[in-house]
Antibody, heavy 120, light 106 residues
Framework: EVQVVESGGGLIQRGGSLRLSCAAS????????MSWVRQAPGKGLAWVSI???????YYADSVKGRFIISRDSSRNTLYLQLNSLRAEDTAVYYC??????????????WGQGTMVIVSS | DIQMTQFPSSVSASVGDRVTITCRAT?????LAWYQQRPGKAPKLLIS???NLQSGVPSRFSGSGSGTDFSLTISSLQPEDFATYYC?????????FGQGTRLEIK
């Protein structure tokens, strides 16, 4: 069964750092496109970052320069390093198995999410 | 950035009703995806490529549209359909979602 399970969320002070993990099963992380999507409390979905099969990465402007997406093939795990955290980064962070083609793409498989709360 | 606007933002309907949710993009996109999110749960992909129903999704769901205007229709609402629905484009980065349409029981 294809699934992803996020972990690593928690309560962190403004300006702090946190690393989120997304353990995958049923597929190989490094052979697929993988994304992070977040959802602030009571708000809609917001794309955060994507890593391509070739290692190319893209970020939303709101996190560029502060967040880093990476993967570990030996652990079949996707990561999101969150640095210089702000109150507006408070959200549930979802990992998603992604399909991307020229001009289109979808988030096909989602984890249950991990909550990040940034306190001031 | 391509902005996605859904309307209505919320709708009340009864079991058995037909409901249509619209999504408008600020520029022409070729394909659109739709997601369903039940309270406290992760989103679930319902439709890809504007009208391609995902495996296991009931046939009462359908998607259509082109250019900048797209829609999701539920032909006969069932109790489990009451949720929030999001559209999403990936024509260009940043990938963007609509603000969501909350479908409530009347």
């Amino acid at each position: 069964e294809v699934q992803v399970v996020e972990s690593g969320g928690g309560l962190i002070q403004r300006g702090g750092s946190l690393r989120l993990s997304c353990a995958a099963s049923g597929f190989i992380v490094s052979s697929n496109y993988m994304s992070w999507v977040r959802q602030a409390p009571g708000k809609g979905l917001a794309w955060v970052s994507i890593t391509y099969i070739d290692g190319t990465t893209y970020y939303a402007d709101s996190v560029k320069g502060r967040f880093i997406i990476s993967r570990d093939s030996s652990r079949n795990t996707l990561y999101l390093q969150l640095n210089s955290l702000r109150a507006e980064d408070t959200a549930v962070y979802y990992c998603a198995y992604t399909n991307i083609w020229p001009g289109r793409g979808t988030f096909d498989i989602w984890g249950q999410g991990t909550m990040v709360i940034v306190s001031s | 950035d391509i902005q996605m606007t859904q309307f209505p933002s919320s709708v009340s309907a009864s079991v058995g009703d037909r409901v249509t949710i619209t999504c408008r993009a600020t520029e022409t996109i070729t394909y659109l995806a739709w997601y369903q999110q039940r309270p406290g749960k992760a989103p679930k992909l319902l439709i890809s490529d504007t009208s391609n129903l995902q495996s296991g999704v009931p046939s009462r769901f359908s998607g259509s549209g082109s250019g900048t205007d797209f829609s999701l229709t539920i032909s006969s609402l069932q109790p489990e359909d009451f949720a929030t629905y999001y559209c999403q484009q990936a024509k260009s980065f940043p990938i963007t979602f609509g603000q969501g349409t909350r479908l409530e029981i009347k």
